[in-house]
């Protein structure tokens, strides 16, 4: 249950959407998860009553390198054993032997 931005994406835009989870209690619901995508700008979202709102995990060899997300608003929910949710998890990570990820930019802003 989540929108995956997958490692073959160069450049991708998400606009003006709600992303909304029905009894997202369940363990590991995720609003977004951007997996090794070169460029990508999210605006004008809500993500509401997932576990977790974004994550943003490379894989082995593909970076995550240029992210923005402009007026975007999470509100995570607990999880089925009542711990809170989190908002937002940027984990870069080696894999053995392989080629190292990074996540190079990340920008938050709130458009005025």
Known sequence: MHGLIRAETFRVYIAGNLFFA??????GSTGIVIYGAEHVKVADIRID???????IIPGP???ALRCTFTNVAIY???DASGNSGTAVTVQPQLSGGETPTA???????RAC
């Open 61 to 63: 060899g593909r970076n």
């Open 76 to 78: 995570s929910s607990n």
């Open 49 to 55: 009553s997932y576990t977790y709102g974004i994550k």
């Open 22 to 27: 029905d009894n997202a209690t369940q363990e």
């Open 103 to 109: 996540v190079a930019q990340i920008s938050f802003t």
